[in-house]
């Protein structure tokens, strides 16, 4: 996959866009509460792609049940579809995960993971879209 096509839209047209939900989690940086997830305990194979610009961000086949109330993924779809920096939010440094295409907030990468990655990437259902296989 090459450079990723950006996605830019004012604040209105992500409002009209967006679930109140999605809105709250992508473009403020909030975080659904654990265990409520649409997508926490979704088995089926697939792609997860970004609520708010259809990136494609995971596949189903890089999803695990970690226990921790989230969506949980070792891997990216791609190299390019996900961006991380540093948050210092609530008293804690953490990695954010954001879309590369919007920069919505995604969740948060930590580094108890399986092998190979060693990489639990923890993500709010609110940013993803599930798209099943045919």
Sequence with gaps: ??????????????????????????????????????????????????????????????????????????????SDAIETREDRSHGMVRVEAVCAACGGHLGHVFPDGPEPSGLRYCINSAALRFDAAD
């Design 1 to 78: 996959m090459g450079a990723v096509d950006r996605v830019e839209k004012t604040d209105a047209e992500w409002r009209e866009l967006l679930t109140p939900e999605q809105y709250l989690v992508l473009r403020e940086g909030a975080t659904e509460a654990p265990w409520t997830g649409a997508y926490e305990s979704t088995e089926d194979p697939g792609t997860y792609r970004c609520a708010g610009c259809d990136a494609e961000l995971f596949r189903a086949d890089a999803k695990y049940h970690s226990g921790s109330g989230w969506p949980s993924f070792s891997e990216a779809a791609s």
